[in-house]
T-cell receptor, first 111, second 115 residues
Framework: GNSVTQMEGPVTLSEEAFLTINCTYT??????LFWYVQYPGEGLQLLLK?????DKGSNKGFEATYRKETTSFHLEKGSVQVSDSAVYFC??????????FGTGTRLKVLA | GAVVSQHPSWVICKSGTSVKIECRSL??????MFWYRQFPKQSLMLMAT?????????EQGVEKDKFLINHASLTLSTLTVTSAHPEDSSFYIC???????????FGPGTRLTVT
């Protein structure tokens, strides 16, 4: 079946450091891929998405490229801020219209 | 656009009582709504899918008699936790999807604490 694997957290970085959160997936067909962010005590907010191979999603300085050959959708940001501290979820959406979420990666950015 | 609200944002109830959580799509018609449960520091687990005007489809292992879902209109779905127990304490998140669209929009979540 479909699945999403994210790197274990927590990830602790200093402000302005480079961020990579790895995400790989297993799916039949051609899923859409998403990154969601969850701030403390809140629901999920869509950060970015990509709907087909080689698409790059980007938003607020974050980027992720849909790599079909490596079945990956790694999240990157060149310079993190304290306000980026949150939990990040990688997810895929298949033809069943059901999201499959990764386990989430907690990011903590220190000033 | 595409805003989903939940009410209440947090609720405390006594063991044995029932509590209702509302999920509303504010600026679109949600033909399908989803209910998720999230345990502390864990991912979201899909509990059930509801289509407007029909019975909800529950995921394996979710007790349909305990978690009653009603999707009576295109903008409102409710989740009722019946005879709540402390192990039902969790963060419940809903999402909504328009007809002919694959993307879901998530609500802010409801934190339930059963004492």
């Amino acid at each position: 079946g479909n699945s999403v694997t994210q790197m274990e957290g927590p990830v602790t970085l200093s402000e302005e450091a480079f961020l990579t959160i790895n995400c790989t997936y297993t799916a039949t067909g051609y899923p859409s891929l998403f990154w969601y962010v969850q701030y403390p005590g809140e629901g999920l907010q869509l950060l970015l998405k990509a709907t087909k191979a080689d698409d790059k999603g980007s938003n607020k300085g974050f980027e992720a490229t849909y790599r079909k050959e490596t079945t990956s959708f790694h999240l990157e940001k060149g310079s993190v801020q304290v306000s980026d501290s949150a939990v990040y979820f990688c997810a895929l959406l298949s033809g069943t219209y059901k999201y499959i979420f990764g386990t989430g990666t907690r990011l903590k950015v220190l000033a | 656009g595409a805003v989903v609200s939940q009410h209440p944002s947090w609720v405390i109830c006594k063991s044995g009582t029932s509590v209702k959580i509302e999920c509303r799509s504010l600026d679109f018609q949600a033909t399908t709504m989803f209910w998720y449960r999230q345990f502390p520091k864990q991912s979201l687990m899909l509990m059930a899918t509801s289509n407007e005007g029909s019975k909800a489809t529950y995921e394996q292992g979710v007790e349909k008699d305990k978690f009653l879902i009603n999707h009576a209109s295109l903008t409102l779905s409710t989740l009722t936790v019946t005879s709540a127990h402390p192990e039902d304490s969790s963060f419940y998140i809903c999402s909504a999807r328009e007809a002919f669209s694959y993307e879901q929009y998530f609500g802010p979540g409801t934190r339930l604490t059963v004492t």
